[in-house]
């Protein structure tokens, strides 16, 4: 059984920084995609970045990737996706949640992720 389980979330100061955690388990790590998605208040979920597993390729949806204030990571070796995130600001206040799937392409997007965490609130204060 495939389980994804988010950690990290919290609340800080607009400027601060958070790391959200990602474990998954249950099938096999190395060729996959891990991505982080967000929902905030009110709006629809979206997605955030994206890793596989396998090359480490990652992808950034447009509004992160201009700031660079995002950067998604792995530890093969904990089978563990990583969401670092810095200068916080308030309209990043939501729910994080992790998901996965399997994929025989490195490309990974945001569509088609049947595996979900529980998410971890992100909140922060300005």
């Known amino acids: 059984q495939v389980q994804v389980v988010e950690s990290g979330g919290g609340s800080v100061q607009a400027g601060g920084s958070l790391r959200l955690s990602c474990a998954a388990s249950?099938?096999?790590?190395?060729?996959?995609?891990m991505a982080w998605f967000r929902q905030a208040p009110g709006k629809e979920r979206e997605g955030v970045a994206t890793?596989?597993?396998?090359?480490?390729?990652?992808?950034?949806a447009d509004s992160v990737k201009v700031e660079g204030r995002f950067a998604i990571s792995q530890d093969n070796a904990k089978n563990t996706v990583y969401l670092q995130m810095r200068n916080l600001k308030p309209e990043d206040t939501a729910m994080y949640y992790c998901?996965?799937?399997?994929?025989?392409?490195?490309?990974?997007?945001?569509?088609?992720?049947?595996?979900w965490g529980q998410g971890t609130q992100v909140t922060v204060s300005s």
């Open positions: 998901a996965a799937k399997s994929s025989a392409t490195w490309s990974c997007r945001f569509e088609g992720f049947p595996y």
């Open positions: 249950g099938y096999t790590y190395s060729r996959n995609c």
């Open positions: 890793i596989h597993t396998g090359g480490g390729i990652t992808y950034y």
